[in-house]
């Protein structure tokens, strides 16, 4: 089965600079590739996803890069501010989505002011 | 936008008996709902795949006779931990995906505690 392996565990930036998330899948099937932040006791809130035959994807701060080849995506996150603050997961699926998600261990953002 | 409400959001049970959850997609169709746990500080763990009208599909290692899940229409999961023990006590989070667009959204999730 799929096996999503996700660092840092914990990140720490200063307010306004970027944050960087990696993500690695083990199932060259896989093709489609969400990010998830979390807060504490609630829903995983989906932020951005990409797609296999896309190689990148950005919404205003917020981007997401993918590598077939090496398989690969990460999360860049830019002018981050405070409320940024959660954690944050990667996950991959085949079929779209249609198969289950796997999801990658966490990484907890903490943005110092 | 899509809603999925998990109901209970919270429930406190005695060991030894059992607790349904339910997963309802709200303003959408679902064939195929997933039911995940998710550990305190621990990522989200797909348990088993629900599909309307026929068996759930079950992740290696997870006990498909006391994880009971039944996916009866197209808008409603239920998901029933049997014999309910502390080592149960976890975050049970559905997601479904709209038959319409491929979609996915994430329930509440429903806390459960064993005592």
């Known amino acids: 089965g799929e096996n999503v392996e996700q660092h840092p565990s914990t990140l720490s930036v200063q307010e306004g600079d970027s944050a960087v998330i990696k993500c690695t899948y083990s199932?060259?099937?896989?093709?489609?590739f969400p990010w998830y932040k979390q807060e504490l006791g609630k829903r995983p809130q989906l932020i951005i996803d990409?797609?296999?035959?896309?190689g990148e994807k950005k919404d205003q701060r917020i981007a997401v890069t993918l590598n077939k080849t090496a398989k690969h995506f990460s999360l860049h996150i830019t002018e981050t501010q405070p409320e940024d603050s959660a954690v944050y997961f990667c996950?991959?699926?085949?079929?779209?989505?249609?198969?289950?998600?796997?999801f990658g261990k966490g990484t907890h953002l903490i943005i110092q002011p | 936008g899509a809603v999925v409400s998990q109901h209970p959001s919270w429930v406190i049970c005695k060991s030894g008996t059992s607790v349904k959850i339910e997963c309802r997609s709200l303003?959408?169709?679902?064939?195929?709902m997933f039911w995940y746990r998710q550990f305190p500080k621990q990522s989200l763990m797909l348990m088993a795949t629900?599909?309307?009208?026929?068996?759930?599909?079950?992740e290696q290692g997870v006990e498909k006779d006391k994880f009971l899940i039944n996916h009866a229409s197209l808008t409603l999961s239920t998901l029933t931990v049997t014999s309910a023990h502390p080592e149960d006590s976890s975050f049970y989070i559905c997601?479904?995906?709209?038959?319409?667009?491929?979609?996915?959204?994430f329930g509440e999730g429903s806390r459960l505690t064993v005592l």
């Open positions: 997601s479904a995906s709209d038959m319409g667009t491929g979609e996915l959204f």
């Open positions: 199932d060259s099937a896989s093709n489609y």
């Open positions: 990409i797609r296999s035959n896309v």
């Open positions: 996950a991959a699926s085949g079929r779209g989505g249609a198969d289950g998600l796997t």
């Open positions: 303003d959408f169709q679902a064939t195929t």
């Open positions: 629900s599909n309307e009208g026929s068996k759930a599909t079950y």
